[in-house]
């Protein structure tokens, strides 16, 4: 399925005050696989997550999106197919109801009435906030506005849902939802964390980014038992490999 495909080649994006966060960055992922991108502080994964829908122009490089390459023409039918889950809630929600926020874009696809709702209730429901709809986005605790901004994206059925940051601010249990959640989406899921732990347990393959530039690329249990990339890149392994007296410790 050519159109799931996310191709990014020699990526390079320099910030109008002259920093350059992205040097020459360069991936394929197919469709259903599921990718983390990982990095200490300021590596560059947010600008290199805003690039995948066109939030961000590059400076030089090119993007494509399944059949389409990333320019202003194709832009809304990649925005329809790549759903975006910004770092902050705050960015992603701005209508005066949760209702409504979660209306937004399946109103502007051209649902209406009965099956407008539905859309609404479920994606609210498989975030587990259903009970929010009525509620003003900026009442909302931290970790409600972030489950209802994933909402937001899921209510457009997107094939690649990309996400910055997920468990940000979430309790544990929400967490484990929000795991569980991301397990059970199909198609392709791209997404930044620091959380160590549920990048091994969501995803097969981790691309590592240093000072704006790919330093690995490859399956993410290898990843995280190379010690010196790792101390090179300024990470540290998932607790869950750390022999953890905690959690029980995997290896
Ligand atoms: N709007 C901006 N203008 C100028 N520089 C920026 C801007 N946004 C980000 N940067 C810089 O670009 C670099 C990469 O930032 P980015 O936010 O992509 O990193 P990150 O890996 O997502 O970091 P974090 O883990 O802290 O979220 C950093 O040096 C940052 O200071």
Do not use: W
Not at 77 to 83: K, M
Request: aromatic share 6%; glycine share 8%.
């Amino acid at each position: 399925m050519s159109h799931h495909i996310v191709a990014v080649k020699n990526l390079r994006h320099v910030y109008p005050d002259g920093t350059t966060a992205l040097r020459d960055v360069s991936f394929r992922i197919h469709h259903g696989e599921s990718v983390a991108i990982i990095g200490a502080n300021g590596a560059g994964k947010s600008t290199l997550l805003l690039h995948l829908n066109g939030y961000l122009v590059p400076t030089s490089g090119e993007i494509q999106i399944g059949d389409f390459p990333l320019t202003k023409g194709t832009l809304p039918q990649i925005r329809r197919t790549v759903g975006m889950v910004f770092q902050e809630p705050d960015d992603q929600l701005f209508m005066p109801t949760v209702y409504d926020d979660v209306a937004f874009g399946p109103l502007n696809l051209g649902l209406t009435g009965d099956d407008l709702d539905r859309c609404v209730i479920e994606a609210l429901e498989r975030v587990g906030a259903r009970h929010l709809v009525e509620k003003a986005p900026y009442h909302l605790s931290g970790g409600e506005k972030r489950r209802v901004a994933i909402a937001t994206v899921l209510s457009m059925s997107p094939d690649i849902l990309v996400l910055d940051e997920p468990t940000n601010g979430l309790d544990p249990y929400s967490r484990r939802q929000l795991i569980a959640l991301l397990k059970e989406f199909r198609h392709t899921r791209i997404f930044t964390s620091h959380d160590l732990d549920m990048v091994l347990d969501l995803c097969e393959r981790t691309i590592v980014l240093k000072d704006g530039e790919v330093r690995a690329d490859g399956p993410t249990l290898e990843i995280f038992q190379d010690e010196e990339l790792l101390e090179e890149c300024r990470l540290e392994k998932p607790l869950s490999l750390q022999g953890c007296p905690v959690c029980g410790g995997r290896r």
